[in-house]
């Protein structure tokens, strides 16, 4: 064959590193540069919940004894868990995915290393499910430390978190392989992240809107992440959790998908 | 050192050479009867080459000529039109389906900066490292061996925006160099930077390749060209035009002297007398430029000119370059 003939007259094999030092290599790009800045980056996740503690909680709670059974306060802690998580994975792989793909050519540059398109979005899903985790533990150290969720007990919910992180992430990869211009995420953000924020049972119950609204929630994959992580922190466990945790994977394996699938077009002619 | 020891050595260092007469000069790069196209523009159409191994390629054409396009086929970065008999093969891999094997033997030098502006030198060093698998103990002595042979020892602590022009280009060198690559492949190079960056460059270049590092470049530098390129490919419009040693085509296909004459007014009787004789002219804009063999009747021509007007010089690859692509400008250029 012409491959071997080529390669012993050469004496050269092309060698890349196994798919998950591949993977791992993008996860470390990641890490590397959002820990450049550590205090600015770090600092907002713990301060974030004090806010919405203080404001919401404290301000707005006083006036609402009793959430789906629960006190307020570690009913809105639980949900918040996660959509941090959210937030953060959903603003990395939109705006920041665009920067890279449009402005900083951070990728060119990465895909002539041994990676291909398909490493490289993966990688950032995988890291989003760690920011995922972080985020979701900040959250969970401040309200611990406020005494509204227990740490121990709750000390499952970072994993819901990582998931959801990488759910935020493949979804927002395939929204920003349609976005030509970044001002588009607006209507990505305030039409559907800011929205799912209200209606996935974070900051009030389901079970009080109308039926047509609680199975549009249904939809939503927020709503799934929210349900998942109460049941890991009040362990109130019920089977239908698992279909919880099974549209969760579904989304982030379908998403995943089709953002690579669209991302590759824009970066390999 | 015993005398012994050191016949022995130089016995190794004859045996190493003689073994690199005899392996057969294989190509790195086999490109056959490539095509590709974006929508109605046809970007590279039928073109075919080789680069044997331990040879500085250049290619040369104006912008839009398809230079960049074809080097993005090579690893896998644009895919090649299908078209029945086309291939391309790279160490023997082919880039449709084995760009990562390829890309492993890379390195790549591209046009646009693209260096993360966060970190420091070396991280971005660093980073890259692990995208090739380096292990970190190999990739800080790589890393400080790489900063060493680039001149950038002291601005590894820098910062990216710290750095000028030209240090952004040896450090994406650096960059592509982490591998220990045997095939670089560099797009414009040294567009934009200061005559030291370049002849640094240059010079950093002409090291890899006699170390026997395969080189692929665009450019459209001449001289360029001319300093680092064994071989030359000239296209235009996504064709071969021609290919060949620089030095070589130049003979082949030009005159060795060149006279320019501006101001075409002042000198109208001038241009009645040139028809007459043999010399080759040419004319773009408000310059008459006049190609001979023989520096002598070119002398002969300018006496009767006001030296201001004119410029006598040996022709370059510039002028060959001219000579085959056109001086008008195209649609995409």
Redesign the interface.
């Known amino acids: 064959m012409?491959?071997?003939?080529?390669?012993s007259?050469?004496g050269?094999?092309?060698?890349?590193?196994p798919l998950y030092?591949?993977l791992?290599?993008?996860w470390?790009?990641h890490m590397?540069?959002y820990t450049?800045?550590l205090i600015t980056n770090g600092f907002p996740p713990f301060l974030e919940p004090l806010i919405f503690l203080a404001a919401i909680g404290v301000g707005l709670g006083r006036f609402i004894t009793d959430m789906s059974g629960l006190a307020y306060l570690p009913f809105l802690g639980s949900g918040l868990l996660v959509t941090a998580a959210m937030f953060t994975a959903a603003f990395e792989c939109s705006y920041g995915t665009f920067i890279r793909l449009e402005f900083?050519?951070?990728y060119?540059?990465?895909?002539?290393?041994?990676?291909?398109v398909g490493n490289l979005f993966v990688g950032e899903i995988l890291w989003c499910g760690t920011k995922g985790f972080f985020f979701t533990f900040a959250v969970l150290s401040v309200m611990s430390a406020f005494g509204v969720l227990s740490f121990m007990g709750c000390i499952l919910a970072p994993i819901v978190g990582s998931l959801t992180g990488a759910l935020f992430a493949s979804l927002s990869l395939l929204v920003t392989s349609f976005i030509k211009d970044i001002n588009q995420f607006n209507f990505y953000f305030t039409g559907f992240i800011s929205p799912m924020f209200f209606f996935s049972g974070v900051v009030f119950s389901l079970d009080n809107l109308s039926p047509a609204l609680q199975r549009m929630s249904e939809i939503l994959p927020l709503t799934h992440a929210v349900r998942l992580v109460r049941a890991v922190c009040f362990h109130d466990w019920d089977p239908l959790q698992l279909l919880d945790l099974a549209y969760m994977i579904a989304v982030i394996f379908i998403s995943g998908f089709f953002a690579v699938r669209r991302l590759r077009k824009k970066?390999?002619? | 050192m015993s005398p012994c020891r050191k016949w022995y050595k130089q016995d190794i260092l004859v045996l190493m050479a003689l073994e690199r007469e005899t392996?057969?000069q294989?190509s790195?790069i086999r490109v056959r009867n490539v095509y590709k196209s974006?929508g109605k523009l046809k970007a590279v159409q039928g073109l075919s080459f080789d680069v044997p191994?331990s040879f500085c390629y250049g290619f040369l054409g104006p912008n839009g000529a398809g230079k960049t396009t074809t080097m993005?086929m090579i690893?896998?970065?644009?895919?090649r039109d299908r078209h029945g008999d086309s291939s391309i093969?790279i160490?023997?891999?082919d880039p449709a389906r084995?760009?990562?094997?390829?890309?492993?033997?890379?390195g790549?030098v591209?046009q646009?900066n693209?260096?993360?502006?966060?970190?420091d030198v070396r991280?971005n060093l660093?980073?890259?490292s692990?995208?090739?698998?380096l292990s970190s103990r190999e990739a800080e002595r790589r890393i400080d061996e790489l900063l060493d042979f680039m001149e950038l020892t002291d601005k590894k602590d820098s910062r990216i925006r710290e750095l000028s022009g030209g240090m952004k280009r040896r450090l994406l060198i650096a960059?592509?160099l982490l591998?220990k690559p045997?095939l670089l492949i560099l797009d414009e190079p040294t567009t934009g930077l200061d005559p030291q960056v370049r002849h640094l460059i240059w010079n950093k270049l002409r090291r890899l390749k006699t170390a026997g590092t395969t080189i692929l470049l665009t450019t459209h530098y001449m001289e360029e060209a001319f300093q680092l390129a064994d071989q030359i490919l000239i296209i235009n419009q996504g064709k071969k035009l021609l290919e060949g040693n620089p030095q070589e085509l130049l003979e082949q296909y030009m005159e060795r002297y060149v006279l320019e004459v501006r101001n075409l007014e002042a000198t109208s009787m001038f241009q009645e007398i040139i028809r007459l004789t043999d010399i080759r002219q040419d004319r773009f804009h408000d310059t008459l430029l006049l190609y001979a063999d023989n520096i002598d009747s070119l002398r002969e021509a300018a006496r009767e000119l006001d030296p201001k007007d004119y410029y006598q010089r040996q022709t370059n690859l510039e002028d060959l370059f001219l000579k085959l692509t056109g001086r008008e400008l195209y649609e995409h250029q």
Do not use: H, W
């Open positions: 012409n491959t071997s003939r080529n390669m007259a050469l050269l094999q092309g060698k890349a590193p030092r591949r791992y290599s993008v470390y790009r590397r540069v450049k800045n900083d050519k951070a060119d540059g990465m895909i002539s290393a041994p990676i291909t970066l390999i002619s | 392996i057969p294989e790195v974006y191994r993005n690893y896998g970065r644009t895919l093969e160490f023997g891999y084995q760009e990562l094997e390829i890309k492993s033997l890379c790549v591209p646009e693209n260096l993360d502006v966060e970190l991280k660093m980073i890259y692990k995208f090739y698998g960059r592509a591998n045997r």
